[in-house]
């Protein structure tokens, strides 16, 4: 290689990396204006969306139990088959916490609500819950 090929070669580098440097101050500058800016602007638009997130997330969990909705006063009207907006008399209540097996206590208070939600009953009481209790 001979000395002024070297030397263009040296040059073209040195404007490359000059570009380079000018380049990384612009991006370095931008980044340091977006960070003290949109810092706090983030966090709360990530706080915003965590707070939905669970919100969302418990209202899948317990759908009956949320009263996000306003039905608050239907919570108070009496008592309701367990997990369920559905009313129901105190002897059905009594009816299901007899029965031994929570699982199975639990299917059939499903059932009942399942019933009670497609035939439109608004108050279950015993004669309802022992026509929808058996399988």
């Not at 800016?37 to 009956?64: F, N």
């Not at 929570?102 to 497609?118: L, S, Y």
Request: charged share 25%; proline share 4%; hydrophobic share 40%.
């Amino acid at each position: 290689m001979t000395d002024s090929s070297l030397d263009q070669r040296l040059a073209a580098l040195e404007s490359r990396l000059g570009r380079l440097e000018t380049l990384i101050g612009a991006l370095t500058d931008q980044l340091d204006r977006a960070a003290g800016a949109d810092l706090d602007q983030a966090k709360a638009g990530i706080q915003a969306w965590v707070t939905d997130y669970v919100s969302l997330r418990l209202q899948q969990l317990v759908p009956e139990t949320c009263e996000h909705d306003g039905r608050a006063e239907e919570a108070s009207a009496g008592p309701m088959l367990p997990g369920t907006r559905i009313r129901c008399t105190d002897e059905v209540l009594y009816r299901l916490g007899r029965i031994p097996i929570p699982f199975v206590r639990q299917m059939v208070t499903d059932k009942v609500a399942e019933t009670a939600r497609a035939e439109k009953v608004t108050l279950v009481d015993v004669a309802f819950f022992e026509r929808t209790a058996t399988f």
